[in-house]
């Protein structure tokens, strides 16, 4: 939250996260077929005061 409000320069009101799972993926080769998994990630949804806007651009 911190981080976001000095990065951005706004006022974050509310963070929601989730663990997304990892998708196991399947890849045929000569061999027979090869199964990995791809790795699972965190997400975050962050919420700013009513106005604000996070310019995602403006760092670029």
Same mark, same amino acid.
């Given at each position: 939250?911190?981080? %976001?409000?000095?990065? =951005?320069?706004?006022?974050?009101?509310? %963070?929601?996260?989730?663990?997304?799972?990892?998708?196991?993926?399947?890849?045929?080769?000569?061999?027979?077929?090869?199964?990995?998994?791809?790795?699972? =990630?965190?997400?975050?949804?962050?919420? %700013?005061?009513?106005?604000? %806007?996070?310019?995602? =651009?403006?760092?670029?």
């Amino acid at each position: 939250k911190n981080a %976001v409000e000095e990065m =951005y320069n706004v006022n974050v009101t509310d %963070v929601n996260t989730s663990i997304v799972p990892g998708k196991v993926k399947v890849r045929g080769t000569r061999s027979g077929y090869q199964k990995g998994r791809k790795p699972a =990630y965190k997400k975050a949804v962050i919420s %700013v005061e009513e106005g604000e %806007v996070i310019d995602i =651009y403006g760092n670029v």
